[in-house]
Structures are given as structure tokens and as C-alpha cells.
């Protein structure tokens, strides 16, 4: 059973250009978080989808934008990248967008490195 | 808002020795859970532990247990018996317990715990 994946893993990006991310929930998962983790920080919270919708969105500007797709994997789209964008993106997968329960374990992708020179 | 705080960036421990990560949080809810997750060079966010703010028993994984205060909005992480592989990034975080609010994470800024040979 495959966990999260996400793709690519490292990529380099010149300022001003598009990013786009993308995202495999794991299976049987139906619900899509994004987070950006920059160096020495913690995670912070972007967004997240469920039934191909953006349900929640943390404090982030309009140049991050996502999609969720039928099958539940998710893009995380950056416009007019600037350097301070250069971060890990996790994604997070769970069931549903209910309350956190036992029976909903969330899992975490291994992440895309985009660095923004 | 949800905050959380690590104040310890950095942390040592002798192999088979215990060691104590402290987080504190502050929030107006009053049901929520805590959890620690555990960042290897990796990168996947790996689950150690999680409590219940309504359970008053302090939860246990193995050789992880936690300390957790709710008066005192503290939730610490106590790893016994230190093993070589719990050298990793440690995270606390939050989430609300409401069903309607998603499952965000709120997280801190992470403790970097080196177990020494």
C-alpha cells in the first residue's frame, strides 16, 4: 500500500516563474493538506481540499492555489515565485475533513524541495 | 490563534539515557489534541505520539511518553532508553477538536535531538 507521494523531489526555479507540486494521497484517503516548511521552521498550513473543493486556507497570498482532482490528488500551484518561497512543501492525507479521531491517522508525503534563485 | 512553542532549538543525549523535549501552546479551546512528530533527514513527518486534552491519563508509546499539563498548557515529550535512530527533528503541534474546522496543524518550531554513541 503506498503512502503519500509527492513529486518532484528537488527542483530550482527563477523568481517570477510557476511552480507547480504535486500530490498522491494515500489510498483509501480522500482529503489533501499542503504545507510550506522553510529552513529551521516549522510546518505552516496552506490549504486543503476535499471533494475537489478548498476547504480551509492558512495565511498565504493568492499566488498559492491548488487543485484536487477526481482520483483525490492535488497540485499546489505558485505564481511569480520569489525567493522567500524557497521551502519544503509536505502534503498530508486523511479521511474526510472531520475533527481528528483515532481512526484517522494523518500521513505525510516525504516532501518537494524548491529552492527559487 | 493557535501558538506553540519549542524552546529548546537544539538537544543532546547520551545513548540509553532519557531525555525531556518541552513544548508549552496557547489557546481558547477547550477540547483539542497535542501531538510530536518526528522529521528524520527523510523529511516524512513521522507520528510519535498524540494526547487528548479531555483524557487526563498521560499517553504512552513505548519508550515515548508525555507529560501533559492542560492548567499549564505544557506537553512535554520524554524519550527513555535513547536509541541511536531517535536522532531527528522533533515537532510539537495542535489541532482543534471541532469537526467542522478540518484538521490543521499548528506547529512549533521543531527541537533537533542528536543521540550520541
Known amino acids: 500500500d503506498a503512502g503519500v507521494t509527492q513529486s518532484p523531489t528537488h527542483l530550482i526555479k527563477t523568481r517570477g516563474q510557476q511552480v507547480t507540486l504535486r500530490c498522491s494521497p494515500k489510498?483509501?484517503?480522500?482529503?489533501v493538506s499542503w504545507y510550506q516548511q522553510a529552513l529551521g521552521q516549522g510546518p505552516q498550513f496552506i490549504f486543503q481540499y476535499y471533494e475537489e473543493e478548498e476547504r480551509q486556507r492558512g495565511n498565504f497570498p493568492d499566488r498559492f492555489s491548488g487543485h484536487q482532482f477526481p482520483n483525490y490528488s492535488s497540485e499546489l500551484n505558485v505564481n511569480a515565485l520569489l525567493l522567500g518561497d524557497s521551502a519544503l512543501y509536505l502534503c498530508?492525507?486523511?479521511?474526510?475533513?472531520?475533527?481528528?479521531?483515532?481512526?484517522?491517522?494523518?500521513?505525510f508525503g516525504e516532501g518537494s524541495w524548491l529552492t527559487v534563485v | 490563534a493557535q501558538t506553540v512553542t519549542q524552546s529548546q532549538p537544539e538537544m543532546s543525549v547520551q545513548e540509553a539515557e532519557t531525555v525531556t523535549l518541552s513544548c508549552t501552546y496557547d489557546t481558547s479551546e477547550s477540547n483539542y489534541y497535542l501531538f510530536w512528530y518526528k522529521q528524520p533527514p527523510s523529511r516524512q513527518m513521522i507520528l510519535v505520539i498524540r494526547?487528548?486534552?479531555?483524557?487526563?491519563q498521560n499517553a504512552t508509546e513505548n519508550r515515548f511518553s508525555v507529560n501533559f499539563q492542560k492548567a499549564a498548557k505544557s506537553f512535554s515529550l520524554k524519550i527513555s532508553d535513547s536509541q541511536l535512530g531517535d536522532t531527528a527533528m522533533y515537532f510539537c503541534?495542535?489541532?482543534?477538536?471541532?469537526?467542522?474546522?478540518?484538521?490543521?496543524?499548528?506547529f512549533g518550531t521543531g527541537t533537533s535531538l542528536t543521540v550520541i554513541p
Open positions: 498530508a492525507s486523511s479521511v474526510g475533513t472531520g475533527g481528528y479521531s483515532s481512526g484517522n491517522t494523518i500521513y
Open positions: 494526547q487528548e486534552a479531555y483524557k487526563q
Open positions: 489510498s483509501g484517503h480522500d482529503t
Open positions: 503541534a495542535f489541532m482543534k477538536h471541532e469537526s467542522n474546522t478540518g484538521n490543521q496543524f499548528y
